[in-house]
């Protein structure tokens, strides 16, 4: 077995640290459990939204119809998804937010600031981001008042680190269909760099 480094016991110690987190604990409604998953050997990181009630549930993240449809653009198993060895999983928000109207509410705003320039430091390998979803695009790319549509079609400006995403929940099944653009030109992008990343 492999010895540990220090960069890879810190890393450790700072995942312990979060998922022990109970910062926003009295705004959650199911509590809190931290999901996210990093190890210093990640090629390719994925931030996403804010666990749903069933990655909640299970502490998996993307274990859901969502993350099924995710897999698929990146033409990937789960087995490979979820080796945490190449893949970083690290949401703008760790733990389910609660329902609003039209869906799950935002990730909580403290969770980014709080905790993502510390793990990012114990990331160095990582060469491409994807960046899920309007919020992470926000924090990321910032953009001021740029749509999620425009955003992810200028995405080869943000390139080669970053990739924007549409989410891909089942609710944005529409949006697939009125935006055909994106799975016949980004999608094929996605897989063919992510690809690279493992080779």
């Not at 274990?63 to 893949?87: A, C």
């Not at 980014?112 to 990582?126: D, F, G, Q, S």
């Amino acid at each position: 077995m492999a010895r540990r480094s220090a960069a890879d016991i810190a890393l450790v110690d700072l995942l312990e640290e979060v998922r022990a987190c109970r910062h926003c604990e009295p705004a959650l409604p199911l509590g809190a459990r931290p999901v996210l998953r990093a190890a210093t050997s990640a090629r390719l990181l994925i931030v996403g939204q804010a666990p749903g009630t069933k990655v909640h549930a299970s502490g998996i993240p993307w274990n859901d119809p969502s993350g099924d449809r995710l897999r698929h653009w990146l033409d990937m198993d789960r087995d490979t998804f979820y080796d945490e060895s190449r893949i970083a999983i690290v949401p703008m928000g760790f733990c389910y937010p609660g329902k609003g109207r039209s869906g799950d509410l935002p990730p909580m705003p403290e969770c980014a600031p709080k905790w993502h320039a510390r793990i990012l430091e114990y990331l160095p390998r990582v060469d491409l981001v994807l960046l899920v979803g309007s919020y992470a695009q926000q924090h990321y790319l910032g953009g001021g008042r740029e749509t999620l549509t425009a955003r992810v079609r200028r995405w080869r400006d943000f390139g080669p680190r970053f990739i924007p995403l549409p989410h891909p929940s089942p609710r944005n099944t529409l949006w697939l269909k009125r935006n055909a653009w994106f799975e016949a030109e980004v999608v094929p992008e996605l897989r063919r760099r992510v690809t690279g990343l493992f080779d």
